[in-house]
């Protein structure tokens, strides 16, 4: 157990809907990282956040959208979601943002667009 | 941005040693070389990292090169729960801390 915490486990939904996918990071760790991995792409950096600002972007679709709490849980909203992003959502936090600063991941938020 | 190279798949026989090679011969200076590893149907976790000189932890060994274009793990005796996916990643001082994972090694250990 990483001690990093998501949900939902799984999400079904359709096609044009938009959800939320939440994620708690470690306690103390101050930066909190998104991704997404899908069979065809791999795993993707998404976004990361630390202490509430925005810190780096990745590959992020203009359709997703992200964020840090004042509590340092985050939050990935998707919107007009299509079939291609359907993809398993990962979420890691580390302590801070130096380079050499261990990564801990969640479980993952399977969404399955239909 | 440095990308790395990993062969596909490799496969060891259990309490053997494995070696798990990784290429990456434009690294810049300041990038720490990470490896990861993830297990079926979970998340990737942490396995070690280094930046010139080779590091020992309880999981595993990593030798790095002197001209640091290429790393190696090493995992001293596999075990079963040792299959998984092991990612060779660079991590950029300057690059905003973008971590990008390739396609990595798909490690099998046979009992």
């Known amino acids: 157990d990483s001690g990093v915490t998501q949900t939902p486990k799984h999400l079904i939904t359709a096609t044009g809907q938009r959800v939320t996918l939440r994620c708690s990071p470690r306690?103390?760790?101050?930066?909190v990282y998104w991704y997404q991995q899908s069979l065809d792409q791999g795993l993707q950096f998404l976004i990361q956040y630390y202490n509430g600002e925005e810190r780096a972007k990745g590959n992020i679709l203009e359709r997703f959208s992200a964020q840090q709490f004042p509590d340092l849980h985050s939050e990935l909203n998707l919107s007009s979601l299509e079939l291609g992003d359907s993809a398993l959502y990962f979420c890691?936090?580390?302590?801070?943002?130096?380079?050499?600063?261990?990564?801990?991941f969640g479980p993952g938020t399977r969404l399955t667009v239909l | 941005d440095a990308k790395t190279t990993q062969p596909n798949s490799m496969e060891s026989n259990e309490e053997e040693p494995v070696h798990l090679p990784c290429n990456h011969s434009t690294i810049s200076g300041t990038d720490y070389i990470h490896w990861y590893r993830q297990l079926p149907s979970q998340g990737p976790e942490y396995v070690i990292h280094g930046l010139t000189s080779n590091v020992n932890n309880r999981m595993a060994s990593l030798a790095i090169a002197e001209d640091r274009k290429s790393s190696t793990l090493i995992l001293h005796r596999a075990t079963l729960r040792d299959a998984a996916v092991y990612y060779c990643?660079?991590?950029?001082?300057?690059?905003?801390?973008?971590?990008?994972f390739g396609s990595g090694t798909k490690l099998n250990v046979k009992p």
């Open positions: 990643i660079l991590r950029a001082v300057y690059n905003f801390n973008k971590f990008y």
């Open positions: 890691a936090s580390s302590v801070g943002t130096d380079t050499y600063n261990e990564q801990f």
């Open positions: 306690s103390g760790d101050l930066s």
